[in-house]
């Protein structure tokens, strides 16, 4: 079982930064890729990126390709959302999503823990 934790959402002004930390419990940490899912109100959630275990290959949509950084630090067994330039677009509940396999997706349903969720609002 793997506990996910996030943290560093908030209200931010268009053209901020915000970083997304996601804790995760257990000593399986580096076995597990991670990735970010976000839902707005009305819209359809939305995969926006994604990491391999290694830390050596990762994805982006392309809405925040250029913008968004995902990293992972092993040894605080953490994973990090670095958030540029952002757009009011950019506003959602951010989660955290671990997947029980080396390699990165992007579809949910290959995600197998979840996180409770961090609000990221973006004021124009």
């Known amino acids: 079982q793997v506990q996910l934790v996030e943290s560093g959402g908030g209200l931010v002004q268009a053209g901020g930064s915000l970083r997304l930390s996601c804790a995760a419990s257990?000593?399986?940490?580096?076995?597990?890729?991670m990735g970010w899912c976000r839902q707005a109100p009305r819209k359809v959630g939305e995969f926006v990126t994604a990491?391999?275990?290694?830390?050596?290959?990762?994805y982006y949509a392309d809405s925040v390709k250029g913008r968004f950084t995902i990293s992972r630090d092993h040894a605080k067994n953490t994973v990090y959302l670095q958030m540029n330039s952002l757009k009011p677009e950019d506003t959602a509940v951010y989660y955290c999503?671990?997947?029980?396999?080396?390699?990165?997706?992007?579809?949910?349903?290959?995600?197998?823990?979840w996180g409770q969720g961090t609000q990221v609002t973006v004021s124009s």
């Open positions: 257990g000593r399986t940490f580096s076995a597990y890729a």
């Open positions: 990491i391999k275990c290694s830390g050596s290959s990762t």
């Open positions: 999503a671990a997947r029980r396999h080396s390699g990165m997706s992007y579809y949910t349903g290959d995600y197998d823990y």
